[in-house]
């Protein structure tokens, strides 16, 4: 099982990942950084580091199912595009993230299930 900070470092890889083939694919006449990403990128990419470093939840699960969306607006539509762009795209550049990710994806919404279901079942 890794740690909190061996998951963060993963999770973070990913979104690095996902920000690169986003902003290559949509910003490409832009300067890019050592990371691959242009500065309206990087500033999106850096706050959902933080606000996934800082959850009350330990960040289990995906922030999209999360009943607390502590995102700025602005910030969950940039992390959203970034998302929905290079998700899809990243399992022919990065298979075995793409697999880590969705297998996290999926026991999320399991976890998320389960929970809803014991709530129901205690009402």
Same mark, same amino acid.
């Given at each position: 099982?890794?740690?909190?900070?061996?998951?963060?470092?993963?999770?973070?890889?990913?979104?690095?990942a996902?920000?690169?083939? !986003?902003?290559e694919?949509?910003? %490409?006449?832009?300067?890019?950084?050592?990371r &691959?990403? @242009?500065?309206d =990128?990087?500033n999106?990419?850096? !706050?959902?580091?933080?606000?996934? %470093?800082?959850?009350?939840h330990e960040?289990? &699960?995906? @922030?999209?199912d =999360?009943?607390?969306?502590?995102?700025q607006?602005?910030m969950r539509?940039?992390?959203?595009?970034?998302?929905?762009? &290079?998700?899809?795209?990243?399992m022919?550049?990065?298979?075995?993230?793409?697999?880590?990710?969705?297998?996290?994806k999926i026991s999320?919404?399991?976890?998320?299930?389960?929970?809803?279901?014991?709530q129901?079942?205690?009402s």
């Amino acid at each position: 099982m890794a740690t909190t900070e061996e998951q963060l470092k993963k999770d973070a890889d990913t979104l690095y990942a996902m920000g690169r083939i !986003y902003c290559e694919g949509n910003h %490409a006449d832009r300067a890019k950084n050592d990371r &691959g990403v @242009c500065p309206d =990128c990087q500033n999106v990419l850096d !706050y959902s580091i933080h606000r996934t %470093a800082v959850c009350p939840h330990e960040h289990k &699960g995906n @922030c999209k199912d =999360c009943s607390i969306h502590c995102y700025q607006p602005e910030m969950r539509a940039g992390i959203r595009a970034i998302m929905a762009y &290079g998700a899809p795209r990243m399992m022919y550049k990065h298979p075995a993230m793409t697999a880590h990710y969705l297998s996290k994806k999926i026991s999320g919404k399991i976890a998320a299930k389960r929970s809803d279901d014991y709530q129901t079942s205690r009402s």
